[in-house]
């Protein structure tokens, strides 16, 4: 009964590694989004793609890929892994663009070594 | 883009109502303000949005005055389940977002 689900929920991983986070909401949601939240607590959005078609993509270095095979996916795969990369990423989900609330994963804590 | 600006941290005690004051003051005319809550190890859940004058539901209210500049958000009787960090948005849309360090809620018994 999960509304935004996540796996896994930890990984640890050694730099130069490439890995994948999965992300699947069953609330018929059409936009979907990444997250990151830095040791320090901001959290800052990396995506953000409605009705699987990416809508935002900010300052995100191209080694993190978005890939949306349907509406109610939205994996996150990360090659090359910096130590900076090391952070809580967080998917959520809304109805729709725009002022919607949005509906938050549990989290995946990433720490590369 | 607002930029928003709230207290670090809060401390309460249990039965106490708190007002958590967020300033926004280059709000644009079609940005909403919207609140978030955060517990330890978990994503961020919504707690209320507003775009003016008062907003209540069951978990809290949303005061807005008319100038739209700043916003408090008001949580009646926190209880110590209600630590947490407070995020405040303000924005049209997710585009460009930071949540920021929000405003840490302690609640003491």
């Known amino acids: 009964d999960t509304a935004v689900s996540q796996t896994p929920k930890y990984l640890v991983t050694q730099m130069g590694n490439d890995k994948s986070i999965k992300c699947e909401q069953n609330?018929?949601?059409?936009?979907m989004y990444w997250y990151k939240q830095d040791s320090k607590k901001f959290l800052k959005i990396m995506f953000s793609y409605n009705n699987k078609e990416l809508i935002i993509n900010e300052t995100v270095p191209n080694r993190f890929s978005p890939k949306s095979p349907d509406k109610a996916h939205l994996n996150l795969h990360i090659n090359s892994l910096e130590l900076g990369d090391s952070a809580v990423y967080f998917c959520?989900?809304?109805?729709?663009?725009?002022?919607?609330?949005?509906?938050f994963g549990p989290g995946t804590r990433l720490l590369v070594l | 883009l607002a930029k928003t600006t709230q207290p670090i941290s809060m401390d309460s005690y249990e039965g106490q109502e708190v007002n958590i004051t967020c300033s926004h003051n280059n709000i644009a005319t079609n940005d909403y303000i919207t609140w978030y809550q955060q517990f330890p190890s978990q994503g961020p859940r919504f707690i209320i949005q507003g775009y003016k004058t008062k907003v209540t539901n069951e978990v809290a209210s949303l005061f807005i005055p008319a100038d739209r500049k700043s916003s408090t958000l008001s949580l009646p009787r926190v209880s110590l389940s209600d630590t947490a960090v407070y995020y405040c948005l303000v924005g049209e849309g997710y585009q460009k977002v930071t949540f920021g360090t929000g405003t840490k809620l302690q609640v003491i018994p």
């Open positions: 609330l018929g949601h059409d936009t």
């Open positions: 959520a989900s809304s109805q729709a663009q725009g002022h919607e609330t949005q509906y």
